[in-house]
């Protein structure tokens, strides 16, 4: 029996994968991250045995997951998101290596892509921004590295998609601001995908007041960059008609 932790996507009960649904349905343990995948759960077959990880620690859901594995059961761990980012995958995963659990992971929407979605805008466009880059705040959480200081990633002048991060807009905007320019676009998606989303659109000089008339505190993300405006850009070579698509060229 393989524990499977699952990406629950950002929300919404049909935005996951079929692998992801089908899982759930099979489960008879979910181990869940709190409030911000209870709509997913309504894949989970009636009996299955629900845990809301929300207020236990790292070794705590670890306990849940294991001791449920060694009496045979189905287990899945639902991430919110995507587990590749922000979802203790790699802290988990190492602690079902020592107790010899075998583990696989399916992935989920990520926030960003659902919030870009939303928006319907492409975070890369020709020949004005081809990178993004997915990063956080510090606050009450683990440091950053050193290396990986906002102002840095601004001045590459990628498209920037901040995650656990809008507590502190307000800051965060001055500090891009000095870099980017006060007139930077700015989107703000909260809670994408559900009932409860929000969409802000504005500059690195009016999201904050925005986002604090909003009330937002959690479950969103930020996109700061040109591409959030849907800029003019160049067409893609890859589908141009000047391109030539001979068999020997491919």
């Not at 709509?39 to 306990?63: F, G, M, N, S």
């Not at 980012?85 to 960003?112: C, F, I, K, M, N």
Request: aromatic share 4%.
């Amino acid at each position: 029996m393989t524990v499977h932790v699952v990406g629950a996507g950002p929300g919404a009960a049909d935005l996951l994968t079929v692998r992801a649904a089908r899982l759930l349905e099979r489960a008879d343990v979910v181990v869940y991250a709190g409030t911000y995948v209870e709509a997913v759960l309504e894949h989970c077959r009636p009996d299955a045995r629900l845990v809301d990880t929300q207020d236990l620690d790292l070794d705590q859901i670890t306990e849940v997951v294991v001791d449920a594995h060694r009496a045979g059961l189905e287990v899945v761990r639902l991430s919110s998101g995507d587990p590749s980012l922000y979802s203790a995958l790699h802290e988990l995963t190492r602690r079902l290596d020592a107790a010899q659990v075998p583990w696989d992971v399916t992935p989920g929407v990520p926030a960003y892509a659902a919030a870009a979605a939303r928006l319907g805008v492409e975070l890369t466009v020709p020949e004005v921004v081809q990178s993004v880059v997915l990063t956080r705040n510090q606050a009450r959480s683990t440091a950053m590295p050193s290396s990986e200081e906002l102002e840095a990633f601004a001045a590459t002048g990628a498209t920037l998609a901040l995650h656990l991060a809008i507590t502190r807009t307000r800051p965060l905007a001055e500090r891009l601001a000095a870099v980017l320019g006060a007139d930077t676009p700015v989107a703000v998606v909260a809670n994408a995908s559900q009932e409860a989303e929000v969409v802000l659109r504005g500059t690195l000089a009016d999201v904050a007041d925005q986002v604090e008339a909003a009330g937002l505190r959690q479950a969103a993300v930020i996109l700061v960059g040109p591409a959030v405006a849907r800029p003019d850009g160049a067409e893609s070579y890859l589908y141009s008609p000047t391109r030539d698509r001979s068999s020997k060229r491919r």
